[in-house]
């Protein structure tokens, strides 16, 4: 086995992200796609982790088709939607000819590629670690049978009160007030586990609905981060006004106005729907201002929203643009009961503050 993986003490992280997350069994085809923008010890610890496993490894290390650093996340999010990004020929047919994967890139766009879709389709299952350093790989990266399976209990736990309920409400202290209703479209469960034709972002920890169409209503103050036009945290809140599931006002400083501009460049009201709503279950992201995309929303206790885009996760909104967003100590309840309060999960096995 190399140093590297000893020496940052990833092989552990990489073990359970093959063995606990991918399901990978002895025997299995596995292909590890590096494209050097994400932690080299990183990779070196996923390949001897699957020697260890007993598979057999493809390692393929590829020029980024369309890599983007962390902070311009927001330029692009959900924009490949509408202009899909095609795989290369040599990754494409890795991919098609293993039984299971991993992308250890940062090419975020191939989310949204037709080709890795039919791949899916096709029954091959894989794990994506976008913008993954040695550092918060060991902090993000879970270590344990017994701590994958605690997360996919808590995301159990917090989708079946979304599930069985449908009014939400959602308050903030610094000034959210906010109502809309859930059951129209599919739950989406991120629990960290994966079945065949899927696709997991790691970390894992997040359970995500469109709300019902008209139905957002009040008033959001987002004070944490948003996604446009770099990922960042904010300096001051942006206070958006929604009115039957569309942002008619964006307003405060700086942060406002640079939202609103993004917004408005597009010329498409669509680019205005407020969509997914999002809870975070994974007590080990942390905040940190600049962190990936995944880890921000799947903190435990963060309510997420976004603006602009939703057919990626179930709705039927294609929009221009796909913008995350996020506060601080945010208070969830389903049908009159407590689901988040103040930043702390008070559903299911974890209970964590933001």
Partial sequence: MTDGAFRHGLLPHA????????????????????????????????????????????CMVYEPVAYRDIREYGRFAGRSIAKPLLLPRPLRGALSGCDAFVLVCSDTELLFSPDLRTILQEGRRGVFMPYVSASNARRMLMTSSQEVRAQADAIAATAARLTNGSEIHVTSQAGTDLHLALGQYPLLQRTGIVGPGELLILPPGNVAQVPNDGTVKGRLVVDRTVCADDYKRLSEPIVLDVEEGTVVSVQGGTDARQLREFLESFEDERAFHLTELGIGTNPQCKFSGVGAPAED??????????????????????????????????????????????????????RQEV
């Fill in 15 to 58: 073990l359970c992200a093959l063995r606990d997350h991918l399901l990978l069994t002895s025997g299995e085809d596995l292909v590890i796609a590096w494209d050097e923008t994400v932690s080299r010890e990183l990779y070196h610890a996923l390949r001897d982790a699957a020697t260890f496993l007993g598979n057999r490894v493809t």
């Fill in 297 to 350: 929303t799947h903190i435990a206790g963060t309510v997420a929203f976004a603006v602009g885009c939703d057919t990626h996760i179930g709705g039927v909104t294609p929009g221009p643009c796909h913008v995350d967003m996020t506060m601080w100590y945010p208070s969830l309840s389903v049908d009159g009961i407590p689901l988040v309060e103040g930043g702390h999960l008070v559903a299911g096995p974890l």
